[in-house]
């Protein structure tokens, strides 16, 4: 595909995804919602892994509405809550002897300080080490996947994003605790990992790809539910309106990544507009940081002891 040709990308340019199985997390709502819908559109058996159930089953009733032949299933999944990832990665691995894509889409954005189940800061939790948790969980079912993938959701806020790995709990506490500096950290570890992840799956000559995707400046309910009002505020009311894309659109990076047959390993795609904020879909660069060797090596580590999940054969 030549460039040209790649920033035309649009969803009608999906292939047919008739036997593929698909695991989109936070599927209910924005991004996973509009995600779900093009898979099931063109032929995918998506898997809707969502914190709430009933929210999740009503989306699933829309959509069988409107996509039809739809083929979905609903598990529960709380990211910010490990045994709850254990269990929902057991019952698909039950379900289903191969998965062929994992989109690592669900998030939280800029809550007060809350600690997970396991006592970690909910956005770290939520957003990097759930997703950490579930693709290990999952990564031999991948392998036996086709054109398998990882497609982790990141942000274009992972490039103010500082993580250190000195001091990261400290960072949390209660004196020194910024929502937005946390969102950002977590956005940033989501890109290293994808990063790294991709390293590793390389090193070890798997077939299973890592990519990363943002979705640029887009309308969802992340900005408009986070408990913080000036961040409601600034970003749900005032420059949303302006600046930001529907969701639909928003999607389309995490959906080539997916979904287009040429996508490279540990490809980074964004929208192609001015400042990444909206537009077709493209290769956009990785901060300096997400590609960072020792970064990379500590975060996995790291993330290996505190989800108690290794990567084998990646580790």
């Not at 996509?67 to 254990?86: E, F, K, W």
């Not at 497609?151 to 960072?171: C, N």
Request: aromatic residues 4%; proline residues 5%; glycine residues 10%.
């Amino acid at each position: 595909m030549t460039l040209n040709e790649q920033q035309r990308w649009n969803a009608d340019l999906i292939p047919d995804l008739t036997g593929r199985v698909f695991v989109v997390t936070g599927a209910n709502s924005g991004l996973g919602l509009a995600t779900a819908r093009e898979l099931a559109r063109h032929g995918g058996h998506v898997v809707l892994a969502v914190r709430d159930e009933r929210r999740g089953r009503a989306a699933a009733e829309a959509l069988t509405r409107e996509v039809s032949g739809a083929r979905l299933d609903v598990r529960r999944l709380d990211l910010a809550d490990l045994d709850s990832v254990r269990e929902c990665a057991a019952k698909l691995r039950a379900d289903h002897e191969r998965i062929d894509v994992l989109v690592n889409n669900a998030g939280v954005m800029a809550p007060p300080r809350t600690l997970s189940a396991q006592g970690h800061e909910l956005q770290f939790a939520v957003n990097h080490l759930g997703h950490f948790a579930l693709t290990g969980l999952l990564l031999d079912r991948l392998a036996a996947g086709r054109d398998a993938r990882v497609v982790t959701v990141s942000s274009l806020q992972h490039r103010k994003g500082r993580i250190d790995l000195d001091a990261l709990e400290d960072g949390d506490s209660v004196r020194r605790y910024s929502p937005m500096g946390s969102y950002n950290r977590s956005k940033l570890a989501n890109a290293v990992f994808g990063h790294q992840l991709h390293q590793r799956l390389t090193a070890a000559g798997s077939p299973v790809r890592s990519l990363l995707a943002h979705p640029g400046y887009t309308a969802t309910n992340l900005q408009n539910e986070t408990p913080v009002a000036v961040v409601r505020l600034v970003f749900g009311r005032v420059l949303g309106p302006l600046l930001a894309q529907a969701p639909q659109a928003g999607a389309l990076p995490q959906l080539y990544a997916a979904t287009a047959p040429d996508v490279e390993g540990g490809a980074f795609i964004g929208p192609d507009g001015r400042g990444e904020l909206r537009g077709a879909p493209t290769r956009v660069a990785l901060a300096p940081a997400a590609a960072d060797p020792e970064t990379g090596r500590r975060l996995w580590e790291l993330s290996e002891t505190l989800t108690g999940v290794r990567f084998a054969p990646l580790s």
